[in-house]
C-alpha cells in the first residue's frame, strides 16, 4: 500500500515562503512522475508542478518562476519551494505520484496566504 503524507503547509503573509514536503512509503523511483495539485475553495483541482523520474520539470503558468519542485531520493521525499508567495496561491496542496497511470494522493496540507 503506497502512502503520502505531506507537511510543511500553515499561514504564511503575502511575500514569505514555505517548503511543502512529501514522504513516500516507498522509493520514489519506482513511480514514473511526482507532482503537486492544488484546490482552493470552489475551485477544481489544478496541477501546479510535475517532476519526471529523469528530473524534467514543468509548472503551471501562475506559478514559473516562484516555485521549485525537487526529489531526495535516499529520504523518498519530493519538495515544492514556494517564494513569492501571494493571496491566490490559498488552498489545500497535494502530492501525487503516478505509476505506470496508477494514481496515489496524500491527503493534503493546508496554505493560506494572508496579512
Known amino acids: 500500500q503506497v502512502q503520502l503524507v505531506e507537511s510543511g503547509g500553515g499561514l504564511v503573509q503575502p511575500g514569505g515562503s514555505l517548503r511543502l514536503s512529501c514522504v513516500v512509503s516507498?522509493?520514489?523511483?519506482?513511480?514514473?512522475?511526482m507532482a503537486w495539485y492544488r484546490q482552493a475553495p470552489g475551485a477544481k483541482r489544478e496541477l501546479v508542478a510535475h517532476?519526471?523520474?529523469?528530473?524534467?520539470?514543468t509548472y503551471a503558468d501562475s506559478v514559473k518562476g516562484r516555485f521549485t519542485i525537487s526529489g531526495d531520493n535516499a529520504k523518498n521525499t519530493v519538495y515544492l519551494q514556494m517564494n513569492s508567495l501571494k493571496p491566490e496561491d490559498t488552498a489545500v496542496y497535494y502530492c501525487?505520484?503516478?505509476?505506470?497511470?496508477?494514481?496515489?494522493w496524500g491527503k493534503g496540507t493546508l496554505v493560506t496566504v494572508s496579512s
Open positions: 501525487n505520484a503516478n505509476q505506470r497511470g496508477l494514481h496515489y
Open positions: 517532476i519526471l523520474n529523469g528530473g524534467v520539470t
Open positions: 516507498t522509493s520514489i523511483f519506482s513511480f514514473n512522475s
